[in-house]
């Protein structure tokens, strides 16, 4: 049996293997530790087809050449493979020794060499293992990590070095254990939509439905942030995301069965490698036909960054779903990059705001300033608008004064298994579920103070109140002048109705009247405040009145007519919005 490698004259497979055991032995019994580098080289047919079979053979020589030069003494340099080379290193004593040798190798291998006249170059993913004596030492283990290694060095773009990593190793193992699951998943059934209803903002009223996948493999759930980027790789995706289609439709004809035009509609995600795919479109339209869905019911969510990569390409497969009908809805909005050219180019319906500003609306101004661009955007191209990740009442309520038209999150729902939803829509549709957060209300109302009240009473006052409004989610002013008090509160109905009843009953004042209260479809202020008289700007500037009034006008008085009420408190704050 030839130990020599024709090509290149270094040792071949065999006597590598044989090499890498009489390693191991010798350092067993001197209890010292051996190296693998093994040593991939990136792109190599590349050279092949450019420069010919010859060309190519005599870059690998050249290759083998440096790596023997860069050997120490006695260190066995072997030729593994087509373009696969390694390096036993044997008394090993510090891992930097090993990491400053792999980078001598990646200059050395990427150095150009001029092949017939003509310049070439490669470059390599290297993979470093080592096993002590201490270790079960074996060969095959050792070759199988150094390769790992350099799956990871591959992985991370190639020209480059990593050290075998027993936890990366580890993980790569699950990834694969998982793909593997994913692949027989469908056919195992443990594959399940899940349902998160999407309400509309104002009345909380059930309007449509996300789905979203949920795998439950035999070990336990896995999540989908786990595993969709994974399907994605191994492709699985194409299948399972055929198969979350037709769930999608057979939800849609279930719901319309039941509620007829009152029913939710379905929206369901597409991923990048789907839409790469050319038999996309025909696949869902066969889907549509199988089933007898109707499309107009159905959204079809990307998310923004993949909607833009290579819009030209994606443009072609929307173009195609808008014309069977289906919905496009672009997610995650406000992430990614789109222009505004691009945008009004695309067929979508729906923009989905994305959940990090809607999680940061009420403490990050720049947040509130992207969602009232973004909304405002999409009314200006007549598009519907979507609030992911929705939690609280006052972030419910702050879109609604944006005019967000629709509200997803577990403020109002989570995802639920279809029959739940069905429960939900027939508690919805016979009122014994008033649909959470009634929308937004407000109330304006005028009162007398018992006894004059001292700037310590008022400021105790105001401290209380901006704590709890702040807590209920109200914004409004509280106006005080010549011992009469007036109002506004503005919030979710429970909220403001819950407030005025504590504040009618407080004994500070009397004769408390409300001027008008009912729904609201935006609030007018943005933020809570109390004002002493002659407190703002635009009452300091405003026309001494005194002259000119026949007698003094309280606000008790203002208020027989609702109309002057209303402008005067809203008068008062300068960054009210009408
Ligand atoms: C004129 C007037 C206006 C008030 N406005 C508010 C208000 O906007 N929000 C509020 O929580 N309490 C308001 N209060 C105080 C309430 O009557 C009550 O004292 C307070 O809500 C109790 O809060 P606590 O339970 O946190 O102490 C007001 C009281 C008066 C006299």
Redesign the pocket.
């Given at each position: 049996m030839s130990t020599l490698d024709a090509l290149t004259g270094l040792a071949d497979r065999a006597a590598f293997r044989e090499g890498l055991r009489s390693a191991l032995q010798r350092a067993a019994r001197s209890g010292t530790q051996v190296a693998l580098v093994l040593v991939d080289l990136d792109g190599f047919q590349a050279v092949n087809d450019c420069h010919g079979q010859d060309g190519g053979d005599a870059l690998l020589r050249a290759v083998g050449a440096r790596l023997l030069h860069l050997a120490r003494a006695g260190e066995l340099v072997a030729r593994l493979g087509a373009d696969e080379f390694a390096i036993i290193c044997e008394q090993v004593t510090a891992p930097a020794a090993l990491a400053a040798l792999a980078e001598r190798i990646q200059l050395a291998v990427q150095a150009p060499l001029d092949i017939d006249g003509a310049s070439a170059m490669v470059t390599a993913s290297i993979g470093l293992a080592s096993a002590g004596a201490d270790a079960d030492a074996d060969g095959d283990a050792l070759l199988r990590f150094a390769a790992a290694a350099v799956q990871a060095a591959r992985a991370a773009g190639g020209n480059g070095w990593q050290f075998f990593d027993p936890q990366v190793h580890q993980r790569a193992l699950q990834r694969m254990d998982l793909a593997h699951g994913l692949q027989l998943a469908l056919a195992r059934d443990e594959l399940a939509p899940r349902f998160q209803p999407i309400v509309d903002a104002a009345s909380g009223r059930i309007v449509g439905a996300e789905l979203l996948l949920r795998w439950f493999p035999r070990q336990g759930e896995v999540s989908p942030a786990e595993f969709i980027p994974i399907a994605e790789t191994s492709g699985a995706i194409v299948a399972i995301g055929a198969w979350v289609f037709r769930q999608a439709c057979l939800a849609e004809r279930d719901w319309h069965a039941r509620w007829g035009a009152a029913a939710p509609y379905v929206s369901l995600n597409l991923s990048v490698r789907q839409l790469d795919d050319p038999a996309l479109a025909d696949s869902f339209a066969a889907i549509l036909r199988d089933t007898g869905a109707d499309p107009r019911r159905l959204l079809v969510e990307i998310t923004e960054s993949v909607l833009m990569a290579d819009i030209d390409a994606k443009l072609r497969v929307l173009a195609r779903f808008a014309a069977m009908g289906l919905r496009l809805a672009m997610d995650d909005f406000g992430t990614g990059y789109s222009s505004l050219g691009q945008l009004a180019r695309l067929p979508v319906d729906v923009l989905k705001i994305d959940r990090s500003f809607i999680t940061d609306i009420a403490g990050s101004g720049e947040s509130r300033a992207v969602v009232q661009a973004v909304i405002g955007l999409g009314r200006a191209l007549g598009l519907k608008l979507v609030a992911e990740g929705v939690e609280t009442a006052a972030q419910q309520l702050e879109l609604c004064s944006y005019g967000c038209d629709l509200i997803q999150g577990y403020y109002f729902y989570r995802p639920m298994p279809a029959a739940e939803l069905v429960a939900a829509m027939a508690r919805q549709a016979a009122q014994l579920e008033p649909p959470r957060g009634a929308g937004l209300y407000f109330l304006l109302y005028v009162?007398e103070?018992v006894t004059p009240l001292s700037p310590t009473q008022l400021g105790k006052?105001l401290q209380?109140?901006r704590?709890?409004?702040g807590e209920?989610g109200?914004t409004?002013c509280?106006l005080?002048e010549n011992e009469r008090?007036m109002?506004m509160?503005e919030g979710e109905r429970d909220a403001v109705l819950a407030?005025f009843a504590?504040?009618r009953?407080?004994a500070?004042?009397a004769r408390v009247r409300v001027v008008m209260q009912g729904p609201a479809r935006r609030r007018v202020f943005t933020h809570?405040s109390m004002l002493l008289p002659d407190d703002t700007a635009a009452r300091r500037d405003a026309p001494d009145f005194h002259g000119w009034q026949a007698r003094p006008l309280p606000f008790d008085v203002l208020a027989d007519d609702a109309r002057v009420a209303y402008a005067v408190i809203t008068a008062c704050v300068p960054d009210v919005k009408h």
């Open positions: 009162s103070a006052l209380r109140t704590v709890n409004n209920a109200i409004g509280l005080y008090f109002q509160l407030t504590r504040i009953d407080n500070l004042h809570w």
